[in-house]
């Protein structure tokens, strides 16, 4: 009929979620019925070996995972909307058969349902489960309640909350789901207060190590989260050493709170060293990993040992953590998850963990100088491990560039040049895994335009073309011109970038902004002003611009060359230059307030006053002219 076959017109405030949930008692149904079976993947799959064991159904995927960019399922290829309409006509089905419906079929084709990754999903299996309590030989049970609460805790909290609320068997599934939802949409603090709820309220609906660990994961992805995921840690190993083996703490929840460590070192008002703790933490989960005896005489472990994901965690802590001794607290702990490899064989260092502290240490040399040796170090290590077959992760090119990248950083291109060299060799004697390739000379390049060291830039240039046959790239030539303004070389700066231009390469405005600045801060003055050094700049700049063949688009000055070029013009106390510089920056709409303050703090008080006088029509007012020293000024210089 019409009236079965169509939804019924509710919603989760309606007379479905007020009343009691209260049925009178039907037989209980056979587990398999004769006849007609429902034939939906859903129906199939809920059969299957499922990890929850007699706990109930899987719980359904989180919205967006495990789709790709059509939104189909990656295992069945199939829409979302396709697999609800199929679970949808199998359990109107079996809510026709009167005589012969099985709860337990119900429950396989409703979890099909509830799996299903879209986020209104929650609304329907509401509407069916109305449907199953006003059967005449159904009535739903625990596991029916638990999927419907799962599929609403998708997209509706406030409603598997209060569906959980309305259940008078509660169990810690459907409370996982509940903390779960809050966690997706209510925020953490919302999930904190129900799992303390259900703590205080007790029973068989009280919070197990899953529920923990769901709260601590949402407070692990917040700079302020340590405490608290630090005291959910401490209740579960209280109610674990008082009995309750459902308790037991897994590596996940010493991760969670390694991760909160992490957030927490990232934020620089904190004074705390996370690294050290974050160390600590890994000490005593290897210590205490092996378990305690009982007076059993069985063994129950007191902490997990620590798994390739901890490490990792408190790795990345010691790497953003301001402290000086942070970085070699890293470099111990990749030492200890090699040598407890090396042990048992339990955990292998991956290519991501070598490339994280790698990465890390060279971002770090140019504020740590002991950064450069460490990753010198770790590279050592790494090739002792890997002939020694304790890691499958050979020192090969791109880890191998950190090294010349963490010189670079330190003010060592001389260093970082012996690397390159050394990888020329080891690729030359048979390890093609370590040949020097154009991000390799491009750190080269960088370290050179650190030092501004021009002639090691040109060297590099040379060889990475003569010896490898690497053609550089718009990185490397810019590189080679930061190295030729950092030297004060603004000749050969406007050289390079004429030879970028020649090979159809365009700057970008921070290069031409540097040679400016090289121009602005030289010490000799080579009778130029600063309007026809800026023009000359980016006329070679815009040289590679065919406007005919439509390559390319002009680069144009933007607010800091106006402020460079200021400051040459009033470092060489050119103030007819100022004043024009200050026209142009007004018509072209790039003043702002930083130029403002730049021309009231260095020019003197009359010829600032007379630069505003100009613009403005107006005296400059009396506070501002305090905030100068007494300056003469020459009327006659300004036009």
């Given at each position: ?307 390739s994901r901890s490490y990792d965690a408190a790795i990345a802590t010691c790497l953003v953590c301001p402290s000086r ?315």
């Amino acid at each position: 009929p019409a009236a079965i076959s169509s939804l019924p017109s509710f919603t989760r405030n309606g007379a479905c979620r007020q009343k009691s949930y209260e049925a009178s008692p039907a037989p209980p149904p056979p587990p398999f019925v004769d006849g007609a079976v429902p034939n939906s993947r859903a129906f199939r799959s809920f059969f299957a070996p499922s990890p929850a064991g007699d706990r109930g159904p899987t719980p359904p995927i989180a919205s967006g995972k495990g789709r790709n960019r059509r939104g189909k399922n990656r295992r069945n290829n199939a829409s979302p909307l396709s697999e609800i309409f199929a679970a949808e006509r199998d359990l109107r089905a079996l809510l026709c058969r009167t005589s012969s419906a099985s709860i337990l079929e119900v429950n396989a084709v409703l979890s099909g349902l509830a799996r299903v990754r879209d986020r209104s999903v929650g609304e329907r299996c509401l509407a069916y489960l109305s449907r199953i309590d006003s059967h005449v030989r159904l009535r739903p049970d625990a596991v029916t309640y638990n999927i419907v609460i799962g599929a609403l805790s998708k997209g509706d909290a406030m409603g598997a909350q209060e569906l959980y609320d309305h259940m008078e068997a509660k169990d810690v599934i459907g409370l996982n789901y509940v903390l779960r939802g809050w966690c997706r949409h209510g925020g953490p603090g919302r999930s904190l207060q129900v799992l303390n709820a259900a703590e205080r309220e007790g029973g068989p609906g009280r919070p197990d190590a899953k529920s923990y660990g769901i709260v601590m994961k949402a407070f692990s992805d917040r700079g302020n989260g340590v405490a608290v995921c630090a005291d959910l840690l401490n209740r579960t190993l209280g109610h674990f050493e008082g009995g309750r083996d459902d308790c037991a703490p897994t590596a996940h929840h010493y991760n969670y709170l390694l991760d909160a460590f992490c957030h927490a070192a990232r934020d620089a008002r904190t004074g705390d060293n996370w690294g050290a703790r974050a160390h600590r933490l890994i000490e005593r989960m290897e210590m205490n990993g092996g378990g305690k005896g009982d007076g059993d005489g069985k063994v129950r472990s007191a902490a997990p040992l620590p798994n390739s994901r901890s490490y990792d965690a408190a790795i990345a802590t010691c790497l953003v953590c301001p402290s000086r001794s942070s970085p070699r607290r890293a470099v111990s702990l990749l030492r200890s998850l090699v040598e407890r490899n090396s042990r048992d064989r339990e955990l292998k260092p991956s290519p991501r963990t070598f490339s994280q502290v790698l990465s890390g240490l060279s971002h770090r040399a140019s504020r740590n100088p002991d950064a450069a040796s460490l990753v010198e170090e770790v590279l050592k290590d790494m090739s002792e491990w890997y002939w020694d077959g304790r890691t499958d992760v050979p020192p090969d090119a791109s880890r191998l560039t950190s090294a010349v990248s963490a010189h670079g950083r330190s003010g060592d291109p001389k260093r970082a040049a012996d690397v390159v060299a050394s990888m020329g060799d080891m690729c030359r004697a048979g390890n093609g895994a370590a040949r020097p390739d154009i991000v390799t000379y491009n750190a080269l390049l960088d370290a050179c335009a650190r030092a501004g060291d021009a002639d090691g830039a040109r060297r590099a240039l040379a060889d990475m073309q003569g010896a490898w046959g690497i053609k550089p790239d718009r990185i490397s030539y810019q590189c080679a011109v930061r190295a030729h303004a950092v030297g004060q070389d603004v000749v050969g700066a406007i050289e390079a970038l004429r030879k970028m231009a020649e090979k159809k390469m365009q700057p970008d405005v921070g290069t031409c902004n540097i040679v400016l600045r090289s121009w602005a801060t030289a010490a000799h003055a080579d009778g130029s002003n600063a309007l026809e050094k800026m023009g000359e700049i980016f006329l070679v700049a815009n040289a590679a611009v065919d406007d005919d063949a439509r390559v390319g688009e002009l680069v144009e000055p933007n607010s800091v060359t106006y402020s460079t070029a200021i400051d040459g013009a009033v470092r060489r106390e050119r103030w007819v230059e100022v004043h024009a510089l200050y026209e142009l920056c007004c018509r072209d709409q790039m003043l702002n307030n930083f130029i403002l303050e730049q021309l009231r703090r260095c020019m003197p008080k009359r010829a600032y006053s007379k630069l505003m006088e100009a613009d403005c029509g107006a005296p400059v007012g009396e506070d501002e002219w305090n905030m100068h020293g007494e300056a003469l000024w020459d009327d006659k210089a300004v036009s």
